[in-house]
């Protein structure tokens, strides 16, 4: 059971990246999937989320607009598309899954989503963002 991030890299203000998150071992249709990301000096911070069944999607207020969680069930990956990038984005970008947490998913996925629910995680992959 493993997740991997593929597709961060150095980019200007304001132009766009998209991340990967391929799973192997579960299936992203019966999982949440989180993105999560980690500044230096900073804590591990929710950014974005998307449901199993439903494929409800949930933003941190500062990406909304922004950052876009999809899901290819054929492919078994969730995406990451981020665009009008700021140098405050900068961070490594994490994939987690709560795969073995028997909590409602609306509390692992919802309002509010933490990193200490989430059980299995990528390496992370680091976005920088300067001129």
């Known amino acids: 059971v493993q997740v991997v991030e593929s597709g961060g890299g150095l980019v200007q203000p304001g132009e766009s990246l998209t991340l990967s998150c391929v799973a192997s071992g579960f299936s992203v249709d019966y999982y949440a999937i989180g993105w999560f990301r980690q500044a230096p000096g900073k804590e591990r911070e929710g950014v974005s989320c998307?449901?199993?069944?439903?494929?409800?999607?949930y933003y941190i207020e500062s990406v909304k607009g922004r950052f876009t969680i999809s899901r290819d069930s054929a492919k078994n990956t969730v995406y990451l598309q981020m665009t009008s990038l700021k140098p405050e984005d900068t961070a490594v970008y994490y994939c987690a899954s709560p795969t073995t947490s028997f909590k409602p998913e609306r509390t692992l996925c919802g309002s509010t989503w933490y990193p200490n629910e989430y059980d299995v995680w990528g390496q992370g992959t680091q976005v920088t963002v300067s001129s």
């Open positions: 998307i449901t199993s069944e439903e494929g409800s999607e």
